[in-house]
């Protein structure tokens, strides 16, 4: 069945009918590691399914969902997005692929910082006639999508015009919240997004998540050392149920 807010065929143009994630036989070392950092048999996530992934510092978390996202690629192993594979699209087609499918959140934001606000929010339309057709289905035009975006993330629209660069860090992860969100992406990686927002601003972003995931039908992949948000999600994991790499510590010299 397709999605709420996603054109009939969609899925089709994706590839196949796979599910939003699905993670098989991966192993992960960065280089000049001797061992492995994450080694996870399967780990499968549905369309629509939220889940909340946490666990300690440095234990792999920004990393998986790097290798979710299609930056990273595995040592062994298959991450799929709707069925691709993304270590078996040329490097140009996972371009496209993310930027048709997957909204990403990374603690680093990556945001363009000589780009304005609405240039950084309305990127993925650019790179996407998906993303932009969806956006527009959502709004009327994509543009209008954008603005909507950062006015439910309170940003003023006295700063839309001005470089991301700019903006303080708190302002900054909104606007690459709203970069994630428009299009309405079959899968939403999200790292730690609540970082630098105040209560308020917290609460009105988790709820304007989950608005755009159920408006969406989107998948979501929520890391977060605050555990209050967990509460907020019908699927919860800490990363070392799943991964079966030894702690560094762990191993003998
Ligand atoms: N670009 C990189 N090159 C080499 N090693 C890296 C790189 N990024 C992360 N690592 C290593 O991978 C391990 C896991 O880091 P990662 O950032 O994935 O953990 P995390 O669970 O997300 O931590 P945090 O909760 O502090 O964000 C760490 O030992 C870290 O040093």
């Known amino acids: 069945m397709t999605p709420p807010g996603r054109p009939e065929g969609e899925c089709g143009s994706a590839g196949g009918a796979g599910p939003a994630l699905a993670i ?13 950092l994450l080694v996870i048999d399967a780990l499968v996530l549905a369309a629509g399914e939220h889940l909340f992934l946490h666990g300690p510092s ?10 979710m996202a299609g930056v990273l690629l595995p040592r062994t192993g298959q991450v ?23 909204g990403v959140l990374f603690q680093q934001f ?28 959502r709004h ?7 603005e909507a975006l950062l006015q439910r993330m309170q940003l003023p629209a006295a700063s839309w015009r001005r470089p991301a660069g700019q903006l303080s860090v708190g302002q900054q992860q909104r606007v690459a919240a709203a970069r ?20 308020a601003l917290r609460d009105e972003f988790m ?11 989107s998948s979501l992949v929520f890391v977060s050392h605050d555990e209050r948000l967990a509460a907020q999600f019908s699927r919860r994991l800490s990363l070392a149920e799943i991964n079966r790499a030894r702690p560094a510590a ?4």
Do not use: F, Y
């Open 24 to 36: 098989t036989g991966l192993r992960h070392a960065w280089p000049g590691q001797r061992d492995d």
């Open 58 to 67: 440095g234990s792999g978390k920004s990393t998986l969902l790097g290798l």
């Open 80 to 102: 799929a997005v709707l069925g691709q594979d993304w270590a078996a699209m040329r490097a140009a087609r996972r371009d496209a692929h993310r930027a048709a499918h997957v």
């Open 110 to 137: 990556n945001l363009l910082p000589w780009l304005d606000v609405l240039g950084n929010v309305l990127l993925p339309c650019r790179l996407s006639a998906q993303r932009r057709q969806r956006a527009a289905a």
């Open 140 to 146: 009327g035009r994509a543009e209008a999508g954008a």
């Open 180 to 199: 994630a969100l428009i299009g309405m992406p079959a899968l939403v990686i999200a790292d730690e997004p609540t970082s630098a927002l105040d209560a």
């Open 207 to 217: 709820q304007l998540l989950r608005e755009e995931c159920a408006a969406g039908g």
């Open 250 to 253: 762990a191993v003998p010299a």
